[in-house]
């Protein structure tokens, strides 16, 4: 199933940032389904060093009623920024209601694109 990387959380978030990281071929997943990369500091955080990601609380979030997705915790808005620099001036930017999942979200979007394919047990 396609999904937008802006929208990628939970299981299919860890999946994608686990094929991003293990380079491997779709049918070759056994075991990836137990990682913690948007939840768990000690996955995800080597990550964002190792990456350099800046991420930024964004304080001029305006609350939107009919924009709210209620996985969005604690307070249903993707109010954190992960950017991310490739090649010189070229710049991926993610959202996301916690730092990791920002991001997460950024370093798929860098590695996968704006769209990811995900398989239907996870997604």
């Known amino acids: 199933m396609k999904v937008k ?13 686990a094929k991003c990281e293990w380079h491997r071929e779709e049918g070759d997943w056994r075991g990836t389904y137990n990682a913690a990369y948007s939840t768990d500091w000690a996955q995800g955080g080597p990550l964002i ?7 930024t609380y964004d304080r001029d979030w305006v ?6 997705d209620p996985d ?3 307070d ?3 109010r954190w ?10 710049c991926i930017c993610a959202y996301g209601p916690t730092p990791l999942i920002a991001a997460m ?6 590695k996968l694109g704006e769209e990811v394919e995900v398989p239907d047990e996870i997604a």
Not at 49 to 55: C, G, S, V
Not at 105 to 110: D, H
């Open 5 to 17: 990387t802006s929208d990628l959380i939970g299981p299919a978030l860890d999946w994608a940032v």
């Open 49 to 55: 060093e190792r990456e350099t990601f800046n991420l």
């Open 63 to 68: 609350y939107d009623p009919n924009n709210i």
């Open 72 to 74: 969005d915790e604690p």
């Open 76 to 78: 249903n808005g993707d």
């Open 81 to 90: 920024l992960a950017e991310f620099i490739v090649r010189g001036d070229r």
């Open 105 to 110: 979200r950024c370093y798929v979007a860098s």
